[in-house]
């Protein structure tokens, strides 16, 4: 079991950076892997990232190049570093975590809305 919470999300102009967090209520070394979804206005949820027990990433090609993400197990907490972003962007950014993969064990936070507009 575990307690997700994101924070981070804001507004901010085309080209321009945020860092995502996601704090974890309990330590995040064993847990098989997390990562970040999000959701724009009228759109199904999507996956953005992932970052394994192992360190392993992958990106959404929407993303690479762009995004970055991260873990701190010192302080339970998961980073997206959100670099050049677009309007596309615009999302309510969720924070997962998949505790056993087989078979999925999956908890989500409650979200953080990016909006990025001029």
């Known amino acids: 079991q575990v307690q997700l919470v994101e924070s981070g999300g804001g507004l901010v102009q085309p080209g321009g950076s945020l860092r995502l967090s996601c704090a974890a209520s309990?330590?995040?070394?064993?847990?098989?892997?997390m990562g970040w979804y999000r959701q724009a206005p009228g759109q199904q949820r999507e996956w953005v990232t992932t970052?394994?027990?192992?360190?392993?990433?992958n990106y959404a090609d929407s993303v690479k190049g762009r995004f970055t993400i991260s873990r701190d197990n010192a302080k339970n907490t998961m980073y997206l570093q959100m670099n050049s972003l677009k309007p596309e962007d615009t999302a309510v950014y969720f924070c997962n975590a998949d505790l056993s993969s087989i078979p999925r064990s999956e908890y989500w936070g409650q979200g953080t809305q990016v909006t990025v507009s001029s």
């Open positions: 309990r330590s995040i070394f064993t847990i098989y892997s």
């Open positions: 970052i394994t027990r192992d360190g392993t990433t």
